[in-house]
């Protein structure tokens, strides 16, 4: 018994997993857009990096972004200090379908040199 309820809980787990992977279906992609901002917050991780950046809009009103790339593992030679609070970003992709300050990254290129781009 303690064997069948071992191997419910992994599966449980595992389809919750799935569920979870939202794919690009939360984002808009029949249009992209070009953001520039300052890194407040680099996320390395897996299931995806995330960086965190402002944007100022006008009358220097400060809008929060967040947007979300590839996995670690696929943003080859990339570090956890990649991206580093003041470094100045460029960031193109998906815009969130609710309309929330998140993107889907295409393409990024930093102050610092850094760069990710999309396959063509």
Do not use: C
Not at 18 to 31: C, K, M, S
Not at 40 to 69: I, S
Request: aromatic content about 10%; glycine content about 10%; proline content about 3%.
């Amino acid at each position: 018994m303690r064997a069948f309820t071992s191997g419910l809980v992994v599966f449980l787990a595992a389809g919750a997993l799935v569920i979870a992977h939202h794919g690009l279906a939360a984002f808009d992609q029949t249009n992209k857009v070009t953001l520039k901002g300052t890194v407040t917050e680099f996320h390395f991780l897996n299931p995806h990096a995330v960086v965190a950046f402002e944007v100022k809009g006008d009358k220097e009103h400060v809008q929060k972004w967040q947007a979300e790339m590839t996995s670690p593992g696929h943003l080859k030679g990339w570090t956890a200090t990649s991206l580093e609070p003041g470094n100045v970003v460029t960031v193109t992709g998906y815009r969130a379908k609710s309309g929330a300050f998140y993107l889907w990254v295409t393409d990024l290129s930093s102050s610092n040199g850094v760069e990710l781009r999309a396959p063509k």
